[in-house]
């Protein structure tokens, strides 16, 4: 049984960084696609990152060059790490996973919601001034 539970979400300032956990069970880690979310009511549920098996990353453009996805397979634990925080990343944000297709390894990019089989609970994100 594939579980995915999100951590590390909480209040934080506008500018200061924060970097939110996903770990995985039930399932090898190592050979998931793993992506990022985050839901805004009312709105839809917005990608934010992919990273495949041999760790190739893939970032929507609104929040290249501030999120950085990384996994510590070891530790089954998906990272996002987000930098110069604005209130507009208020949010739930959520890791996703998904098995691998052909060869057994995760490679090609997936960034919409639909591609993504399991998903966590969710960890709300509030930024403020």
């Known amino acids: 049984q594939v579980q995915l539970v999100e951590s590390g979400g909480g209040s934080v300032k506008t500018g200061g960084s924060l970097i939110l956990s996903c770990t995985g069970s039930?399932?090898?880690?190592?050979?998931?696609?793993m992506g990022w979310f985050r839901h805004v009511p009312g709105q839809e549920r917005e990608f934010l990152s992919f990273i495949g098996s041999t760790g190739t990353t893939t970032y929507a453009d609104s929040v290249k060059g501030r999120f950085t996805i990384s996994k510590d397979n070891d530790k089954n634990t998906l990272y996002l790490q987000i930098d110069s925080l604005k209130s507009a990343d208020t949010a739930i944000y959520y890791c996703a996973a998904d098995p691998p297709r052909l060869g057994g390894w995760c490679a090609a990019p997936r960034s919409d919601q639909t591609e993504y089989q399991y998903w966590g609970q969710g960890t709300q994100v509030t930024v403020s001034s």
């Open positions: 039930g399932y090898t880690f190592s050979r998931y696609c």
